[in-house]
DNA sequence: CTGCTGACTAAGCGCTTGCTCAGCATGCTG
DNA sequence: CAGCATGCTGAGCAAGCGCTTAGTCAGCAG
């Protein structure tokens, strides 16, 4: 199985080229073996053979084995908010930038599924200070839903009886898929996401 | 916070009476603990403390740690099964049936949120023979969802382009109720039940 | 009383973990 | 060439892990 490129799932990495190449081998195998085994059943010897160094190696580059999962998670969190952020602020009505938003979001969930695990199933491993700065990260991104839903409602193109509960599902719906998506899929991410806007659209009351 | 008593989330637990009182301690002190830490966070001292004993009694009780999970693992998805089956076999239309059953997979989730992250997201931790039984238990409940949505599509009462997706996104929704619910929450898990069963019917197209 | 059983504990074994450190090769700078 | 910084390795430490073992003790049959 060859895996997904890091920069494909990650435009956004800051320093992406300043960083030494080993450390971005580091990152990448942390990241595979995060997302197959979890944090704590990953260790450091896997990574660091992963990536073909020895143990002693991945703390050049990295303070600590949390370091790496924080690093993780604070990236991917980013990249989501941007790719939702866009969305929401593209052109069209509420109900073109829902459905464009959900398409990427699912998108990005099912072709970055092993960044979505770490990213939304390894929380509660983050050191205090990380998960600090995700945790908000995470509530910029429901706002941003919650928003666009509040919009479409006002507008008059969304019935929705609670927007808080139809954010949820939202946002659920394209976080689940980093759970269940496996590439086996004969659906590709872009056709899964498509497929759940129109669905999400549905849900929402927009009568498309 | 005290925890709800596992009998209410488990009445099909199998031979809950038959079991000592202290077998049944280990077994809830492990579903809290692996819902909270994960499976590979958590210790056998955590577990055998919460249940007021020493490390070693957790063995006369249960073969290894893996096997409290299998146990926590294989009832849940037992009691999971039971829940669809019970809604999709009910009375009524395959709209009302489906109504019934996501109201309760979703408020099931919610109420037994621990036992839920247990079931969903530790799978990856069981030995393989249990994963085995696991597994197929998955499958029956996916199939169970399947065959209502494809009912009422047959009967013109759901309008939906893929089953399958459909399906993936109905159980999706109350999988992923179990990662985000916390219970400080002011929507009850019938309230969030009975949201999401509308939400889901306007979502497979069923004029409500 | 004796003899036995089953639930439990204190102690700790063998192993793995995250992480450290002295030392080595390489390549740049003067 | 020497001098030095950089990136890395081999060996290994302290701590913590799952699990075992020897033994304690209450309860009960005879």
Known sequence: MTSTP??????????ADARPEAAYRLLQAAVESFAERGFHATTTRDIATAAGMSPAALYIHY?????????????????TLTLVRDAAAGPGGPAERMRRLVEQFTAWHARARTVG????YELHALPEDAYAVVAALRLDIEREVSALIEAGAAAGDFQVAEVRTAARAVTSLGIDVSRWYTG?????????????????????????
């Open 184 to 208: 086996n899929s004969t659906e590709t991410p872009e056709e899964l996401g498509r497929r759940y806007g129109e669905l999400v659209l549905r849900m929402l009351g927009a009568g498309v």
């Open 63 to 79: 303070q600590s084995k949390a370091a790496l999962l924080a690093e993780i998670s604070q990236a991917g969190h980013a990249a």
């Open 6 to 15: 890091l920069a494909d799932l990650w435009p956004t990495l800051p320093g």
């Open 117 to 120: 695990r770490v990213v939304n």
